[in-house]
């Protein structure tokens, strides 16, 4: 049951006065205060049509022990199309993730990561793991879903990553049934530095966020154990803001005593490359930055004084790395997040029982933190792209890391008048303007959001 903050302020007034700040787990979540609604590339149209989804996240709740997130599991970014003839159609799902407060180090035996969400992004979009489902199958000599006497033999189980890469659209996500999700990074493929699709030269879209190698990535996401989820990029010191940023790596490889023979399962080939299975890697301790679940304990910007926290970890050419994101849980897990399995199941199985306070997304008090633009009146520097600059078809504007605010843009002659303007949404990262239609010369373009205004002369030449 959920109760307007008045009722419960008395409750929470000694916990509140003393925040200064508002807690990481409740403040980053992109919420939707403007019913802005989605855009979808229907294939073969390279202009995405506007659908009536809800995008980003519809509320924050929370109460001492639990932040309620409900969303419907749309980004703001434009969507599809899929390529692989995915029969999964993209719509809304009635999704409440319900993220622990004080998450507690599991001392048990690993919880692993299993089909399905089992975590969520910021912006309400669910997280999925490395496994699409299928495994090989010796009887049929192909990759079969389900798993032993419903499939595939589940001795080699397969990669999504790899084997549905043709099926992601430009933000590297897809559908399962209707339910959109990631299974990796979600950094637009064109933001790569090498890249493994051209889906976006097409249907041109962004991501989550930007990679930033000169800064520490931001908070994307939560797992379902409470502990949060970064970008690829943490400092060189995991408890030394001071220390550098680097990428971080994962401490696993591919095996080699694989060479090109699986036992009951397919030669190493063309066909069924090495990573091709979950089954080609091992984990090796101390090979990398991060342990076996994907994951450190050090401190972030959002957690000065230091928690565990999982990478989405890609390699130097900031392609997705095994294992991704999550391997497996370092805490214990919130299991209503999971979705009921079995056909026609989605959403999660969180019901709130408990009271709760309905977040304001106004009365949201980040810290100042030069990583995020957040918390400081000149929000924005640095932190905007423009390019090509001169330019003669088109301008672009990037923003690096997560766009946390609306950002309005106007583009104005040098005589004041204003000749093009657009929003970059909040959740996308990422705007184009065609400007063939302008004259040769020197134009202002405005940038502006809640948290400050930048303004850069733009050449327009031919």
């Known amino acids: 049951m959920r109760f307007p903050l008045t009722f419960l302020f008395a409750a929470f007034s000694v916990w509140a006065s003393a925040q200064s700040v508002t807690p990481p787990e409740m403040a980053y979540w992109l919420q939707n205060t ?5 855009r979808q590339y229907i294939q073969g149209n390279s202009t995405p049509i506007a659908q009536n989804w809800l995008v980003n996240v519809q509320q924050v ?3 001492n022990d639990f932040v309620y997130v409900s969303s419907k599991g749309i980004p703001a970014y434009a969507i599809g199309p899929y390529l692989d003839g995915n029969p999964g159609g ?3 799902v009635d999704y409440i993730f319900q993220i622990p407060r004080n998450p507690a180090p599991n001392t048990g035996n690993i919880t692993t990561t299993r089909l399905g969400q089992i975590g969520v992004f910021i912006n309400g979009v669910p997280l999925f793991d490395w496994q699409d ?3 090989y199958s010796v009887a049929q000599g192909t990759d079969v879903r389900g798993g032993p006497g419903g499939g595939g033999d589940g001795i ?4 999504a990553i790899l084997a549905e890469n043709i099926g992601f659209d430009c933000a590297k996500g897809h559908p399962a049934r209707d339910a959109y999700h990631h299974h990796q990074n979600p950094q637009a493929f064109n933001a790569d530095l090498a890249l493994l699709s051209n889906i976006c030269d097409v249907y041109p879209s962004d991501g989550l966020y930007v990679l930033d190698s000169a800064r520490h990535s931001p908070l994307i996401g939560y797992a379902f154990d409470g502990y949060p989820i970064y970008g690829a990029f943490g400092y060189s010191n995991a408890m030394d803001a001071s220390s550098g940023i680097q990428r971080m790596e994962p401490s696993y490889q ?11 399962g397919p030669a190493v080939s063309v066909d069924f490359p090495l990573g091709w299975y979950y089954e080609d890697f091992e984990f090796m301790d101390g090979l990398g930055d991060l342990d076996v679940h994907n994951g450190r304990f050090c401190i972030t910007p959002e957690y000065p004084n230091g928690t565990y926290a999982y990478f989405a970890t890609v390699d130097e050419n900031w392609n997705s790395k095994f294992p991704y994101v999550i391997q497996s849980y370092y805490g214990m897990v919130e299991a209503d997040n999971f979705a009921q399995m079995g056909p026609g199941n989605s959403g999660t199985q969180v019901a709130i029982s408990e009271p709760t306070i309905i977040q304001d997304p106004d009365s949201v008090v980040f810290p100042v933190n030069t990583t995020t633009g957040l918390g400081n009146l000149n929000g924005l520097e640095g932190l905007l792209n423009i390019y090509p600059n001169p330019t003669s078809e088109f301008i672009a504007v990037q923003r690096l ?4 605010d609306d950002i309005a843009l106007s583009l104005y002659d040098m005589e004041g008048k204003l000749v093009a303007q657009d929003i970059i949404r909040k959740g996308s990262t990422l705007w184009y303007l065609d400007i063939r239609r302008l004259y040769n010369g020197q134009y202002v373009l405005e940038m502006s959001s809640v948290r400050g205004k930048l303004r850069e002369k733009v050449l327009i030449q031919r």
Not at 401 to 404: A, I, L, R, S
Request: aromatic residues 10%.
């Open 61 to 63: 709740e929370y109460s």
């Open 133 to 135: 489902g299928a495994s």
């Open 401 to 404: 890391g997560v766009n946390y």
């Open 254 to 264: 591919l095996r080699g005593d694989i060479g090109t023979v699986r036992n009951n």
């Open 156 to 159: 080699w189980n397969r990669n």
């Open 34 to 38: 403007d019913g802005s609604t989605a």
């Open 90 to 92: 993209t719509g809304e």
